[in-house]
């Protein structure tokens, strides 16, 4: 495990022979986190598109175990 670095109580790591896309991980005291590293948004659309995904995260869960029934997201 690669450990990049940490921030007070969160670390951000990288693994060997994880899955795509590639991405880090973040990990707190109470939460766990997956961030891609591809692409590029503007700051101001990264902040909107991140707050949607926190308002409606229940709708791409759903939305991701229905097309991914194989693979469900809990």
Do not use: C, Q, S, Y
Not at 9 to 23: A, C, E, S
């Amino acid at each position: 495990m690669g450990k990049l670095a940490t921030i007070g109580k969160v670390t951000i790591r990288v693994f060997g022979n994880d899955h795509l896309p590639p991405h880090f991980h973040v990990k707190g005291t109470d939460f766990e986190a997956l961030v891609a590293i591809a692409g590029d948004l503007p700051t101001a659309t990264r902040k909107e598109v991140l707050a949607w995904a926190t308002a409606n995260r229940d709708a791409l869960v759903a939305e991701w175990n229905t097309w991914n029934p194989t693979i469900p997201f809990a």
